[in-house]
């Protein structure tokens, strides 16, 4: 259950950061499976919680109220106001006081309160110490890799020269992508085996290559030797890739291709639906990471499906970190449906082509890159 967390402030607050930092500190405690309420509010607001429930009628930083139930943790609140304060007096950012803040308050809900004396304080300051570790040396918001497909796709249009895929590969790295995918397909309907060559020379952040589990592929890989290979099924006909891979179904030969692919040095990824036989079936066969496909949940012709789509790759997701798998996200995700999956800690990967590519036609790719770093990373 993802920590969740109540904005009641005059003012839009991002909470991102503070969302991701407090699902990544619960599971280091296996807290993730219990609830915890997180209250934004003002001075005014905690001043209230102050004064009837501990009888100290000024406004404080956060306050913790553990529950005894098998479900809910318990509720924490936070004054935004005095968060801000205390930011500018030591020196941080907003978001970086709140997840001190939501650490002290997790603390306390654990049990300890430095309020009873040294000895407490001081286990209370170390369990602080702890909690701040899990986060430490991590890269906390997701990254967003860019599939530059369709660039190619307008070449091949015209057979021509323009435009030019590995020019767009250079520019969603200088506007700040964290990697660049292309998918190499068998009919070589956009991307051609030249566009990789030379996307794998001038790529300087990280190379990912989707492709079918083919000889031919596999050779391709292990020569060209992509940062990660993330295995797609492939049908002919399709428009664009239909369904995620049926590991279950094809578990023998796909981790042979896993098994190639290591050989040559190169992790693999599997791109599956949220499905749990899908996501064991892929732990089994070594594979590094997996992929979930994101086009049940994109696709959705309403919000109930589109909840309960949510929830399965939530839930998948958490299957798939417990399990050990880094987890991607992918397929259909646009500048209206990835904020929602960007606030989900185990999904520390996205890869999306279509609506960026196509928002860059209208305002340039930098631009349509930078609008969904700033979903994807709240900045
Ligand atoms: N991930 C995988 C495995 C894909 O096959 C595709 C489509 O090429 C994407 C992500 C990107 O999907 P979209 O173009 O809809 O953003």
């Known amino acids: 259950m993802p920590v969740c967390i109540l904005v009641d402030y005059p003012r839009p607050i991002d909470t991102l950061f503070l969302q991701r930092c407090a699902d990544i500190l ?3 405690k296996g807290l993730h499976q219990r609830e915890v309420n997180l209250l934004l509010t003002d001075n005014s607001t905690i001043e209230q919680f102050n004064s009837r429930w501990f009888n100290r009628p000024w406004p404080t930083n956060v306050i913790s109220f553990p529950m005894n139930d098998p479900d809910c943790f318990g509720d924490i609140v936070i004054s935004i106001d005095r968060a801000r304060e205390e930011a500018e007096h030591g020196l941080t950012t907003l978001p970086n006081r709140l997840v001190e803040l939501f650490i002290h308050g997790l603390a306390h809900l654990l049990g300890e309160d430095h309020e009873l ?3 407490h304080a001081q286990r209370m300051e170390s369990l602080e110490f702890e909690l701040k570790k899990s986060l430490f040396r991590r890269n906390i918001m997701a990254d967003l890799c860019i599939n530059v497909d369709h660039v190619a ?15 767009a590969a250079g520019i969603v790295e200088l506007a700040g992508a964290d990697g660049v ?8 309907r956009h991307i051609q085996d030249r566009d990789v060559r030379l996307i794998r020379e001038i790529v300087q952040t990280r ?5 079918a589990a083919t000889d031919e592929m ?18 002919r006909q399709e428009l664009t ?3 995620g891979l049926d590991v279950a179904s094809l578990e023998t030969s796909i981790t042979e291709a896993v098994s190639r692919l290591h050989d040559s040095g190169i992790p693999v990824s599997l791109f599956i639906d949220a499905e749990r036989e899908q996501i064991e079936a892929a732990k089994r066969t070594g594979a590094e990471c997996i992929e979930i496909h994101t086009g049940r949940y994109a696709d959705a012709r309403n919000e109930e499906t589109r909840d309960k789509e949510f929830d399965m790759i939530v839930d998948m997701a958490r299957l798939a970190t417990d399990l050990g798998l880094r987890v991607h996200a992918g397929h259909g995700l646009n500048y209206q449906n990835t904020g929602r999956l960007a606030a989900v800690s185990e999904i520390v990967e996205f890869s999306i082509g ?3 590519i196509s928002r860059s036609v209208f305002v340039g790719i930098e631009r349509a890159v930078k609008e969904m770093l700033a979903i994807i990373k709240g900045c």
Not at 222 to 235: A, F, G, R, W
């Open 26 to 28: 619960l599971r280091s």
């Open 207 to 211: 190379l990912t290559l989707e492709m």
């Open 354 to 356: 279509h609506s960026i």
């Open 153 to 167: 796709t307008i070449r091949q249009a015209r057979g021509g020269v323009e435009p030019e895929p590995v020019v």
């Open 218 to 235: 596999i050779g391709i890989a292990s020569e060209i030797k992509p940062d990660i290979v993330t295995l797609v099924p492939e049908k």
């Open 181 to 188: 995918v292309v998918h190499l397909r068998e009919d070589r």
């Open 117 to 119: 004396g040294p000895e």
């Open 241 to 243: 890739t239909e369904g």
